[in-house]
């Protein structure tokens, strides 16, 4: 049995102010209390955000005969189709009560034969107008918000402010894009039907963007018997942002990555998340500031592209069950 869900009190970060420090101190908090914090004036306009709602919610009104036209590919980018998703195979009983659309960075020929990077899907432009202009203007947008709290977080680990800029992490990252869809389904917990099972997120931070529509929930304590589980309140204009697991690995468990799920009560919800992680050839190993004789480091290191293969591999259907369907 669950135990009823509160409200989760998150600390907002105002990226306007010019005072880093006490936006240090507040994600400093946040990463090492639930992982998730607030972020406002982050320079993307309401105007452009609703745009990008606009455009996404198209998409998915499209008649499934189109949407399936861009199925996404072995790059993991395109369409992600209802049920697809499983992302707590233990408490499921199928996969997630959601759609979504995977936009990578826009390859390039140095980059095209490396795992997450390749070709985009796109819907037509006759079918979308202006629909591929929009999310690759949004993807920029995004990074520059991504970096800019990047160096929080790198001053908050003690470390140069530019620390993830280098070539290797957030110089050539793989950032990517997802448009996410959720059925008007309420989840039943106890019946293992969910929006979206429990997980934590791959990579390095993730910005969500989100509707009016509540649904997000997350765990602080993922060992706590039972789970108590938190609502985390939509803020207009706001992201919601959450660390991935490469962050808590890299900060030798310094800082969390916390688990969370989507719970739906019977409304559409519409989300943007974007996943901002270290570039392909990033090998990750504990930081300097996070170690020390009597905390040793407690991961061997890893090459990103390794790690993020091996994620994707264990949450999403294989490709080939959309070719039986469909023959």
Request: glycine share 6%; hydrophobic share 35%.
């Given at each position: 049995m669950e135990k009823e869900s509160a409200e989760a009190v998150l600390n907002c970060i105002d990226l306007s102010k010019v005072n880093i420090q006490q936006s240090v101190n507040l994600l400093k908090q946040s990463c090492t209390d639930s992982g998730f914090f607030?972020?406002?004036?982050?320079?993307?306009?309401?105007?452009?955000?609703?745009?990008?709602?606009?455009?996404?919610?198209?998409?998915?009104?499209?008649?499934?005969?189109?949407?399936?036209?861009?199925?996404?590919?072995?790059?993991?980018?395109?369409?992600?189709?209802?049920?697809?998703?499983?992302?707590?195979?233990q408490n499921q009983l199928h996969g997630d009560f959601?759609?979504?659309?995977?936009?990578?960075?826009?390859?390039?020929?140095?980059?095209?034969?490396?795992p997450f990077h390749g070709?985009?899907?796109?819907?037509?432009?006759?079918?979308?107008?202006?629909?591929?202009?929009?999310m690759e203007e949004y993807q920029r947008q995004?990074?520059?918000?991504?970096?800019?709290?990047?160096?929080?977080?790198?001053?908050?680990?003690?470390l140069d402010a530019n620390f993830f800029d280098k070539p290797e992490t957030l110089g050539d990252p793989i950032a990517i894009l997802r448009?996410?869809?959720?059925q008007d389904k309420i989840s039943e917990p106890s019946q293992g039907l969910y929006a979206a099972?429990?997980?934590?997120?791959?990579?390095?931070?993730?910005?969500?963007?989100?509707?009016?529509?509540?649904?997000?929930?997350?765990?602080?304590?993922?060992?706590?018997k039972p789970q108590i589980w938190e609502d985390v309140t939509p803020l207009k204009g706001a992201f919601i942002v959450n660390l991935g697991d490469m962050l808590e690995r890299w900060s030798n468990c310094s800082f969390k990555s916390t688990l969370h799920?989507?719970?739906?009560?019977?409304?559409?919800?519409?989300?943007?998340?974007?996943?901002?992680?270290?570039?392909h050839d990033c090998l990750v190993e504990c930081l300097p500031t996070c170690k020390s004789d009597a905390n040793p480091?407690?991961?061997?290191?890893?090459?990103?592209?390794?790690?993020?293969?091996?994620?994707?591999?264990?949450?999403?259907a294989d490709l080939l069950v959309y070719d039986k369907q469909q023959s």
């Open positions: 607030y972020i406002i004036n982050h320079g993307i306009s309401q105007e452009f955000m609703d745009k990008v709602f606009d455009q996404s919610q198209k998409f998915f009104n499209l008649p499934l005969n189109e949407k399936m036209k861009v199925l996404r590919n072995d790059h993991n980018r395109g369409y992600t189709p209802l049920l697809d998703e499983i992302l707590d195979p959601k759609e979504g659309y995977y936009i990578g960075v826009e390859a390039n020929d140095s980059l095209d034969h490396k070709p985009n899907l796109w819907p037509a432009s006759d079918v979308l107008p202006g629909w591929r202009e929009t995004a990074l520059e918000v991504g970096r800019a709290v990047a160096k929080i977080i790198a001053l908050a680990l003690d448009l996410l869809h959720y099972g429990a997980h934590t997120d791959y990579g390095l931070i993730t910005l969500l963007a989100t509707d009016d529509v509540p649904g997000l929930q997350i765990c602080k304590d993922k060992e706590a799920r989507v719970i739906g009560n019977g409304q559409e919800r519409y989300s943007i998340a974007y996943f901002l992680e270290p570039g480091p407690k991961f061997a290191p890893i090459y990103y592209r390794d790690y993020l293969s091996q994620r994707y591999k264990e949450t999403h």
